[in-house]
């Protein structure tokens, strides 16, 4: 199993920024589909952006539409959130989560294999 690391989480603003990144290490991650998931207190775990590792093709929730934007660095085998206009609400632990598929990305965490330890984001004034 690939273990993956999340890092880039912190304190922000409401209106700030920030960028997620998830690692391999060991691992070309250009050969998995990854998705960002989220999970706040009391709340259950929550499907944010994926991008497939066959097509190309990324997905988003509703709530991440607009302001988050998942994208891959190949050259350095890292996949990024980048957040942005970050909101009270966007406060949990961010997960990276991977599977070797090659179709169209869900957002759906049983279709993940491989997880991160996840990477604690809040947003607060």
């Known amino acids: 199993q690939v273990k993956l690391v999340e890092s880039g989480g912190g304190l922000v603003q409401p209106g700030g920024s920030l960028r997620l990144s998830c690692a391999g290490p060991?691992?070309?991650?250009?050969?998995?589909?990854i998705a960002w998931f989220r999970q706040a207190p009391g709340k259950e775990r929550e499907g944010i952006s994926c991008?497939?590792?066959?097509?190309?093709?990324?997905r988003y929730s509703d709530s991440a539409k607009g302001r988050f934007t998942i994208s891959r660095d190949y050259a350095r085998n890292l996949v990024y959130l980048q957040m942005d206009s970050l909101e009270s609400e966007d406060t949990a632990v961010y997960y990276c989560?991977?599977?070797?598929?090659?179709?169209?990305?869900?957002?759906?965490?049983?279709?993940?294999?491989?997880w991160g330890q996840g990477t604690q984001v809040t947003v607060s004034s």
């Open positions: 989560a991977g599977v070797v598929f090659f179709g169209s990305c869900a957002l759906t965490a049983d279709e993940y294999e491989n």
């Open positions: 060991g691992y070309t991650l250009g050969d998995y589909t």
């Open positions: 991008s497939s590792s066959g097509d190309g093709s990324t």
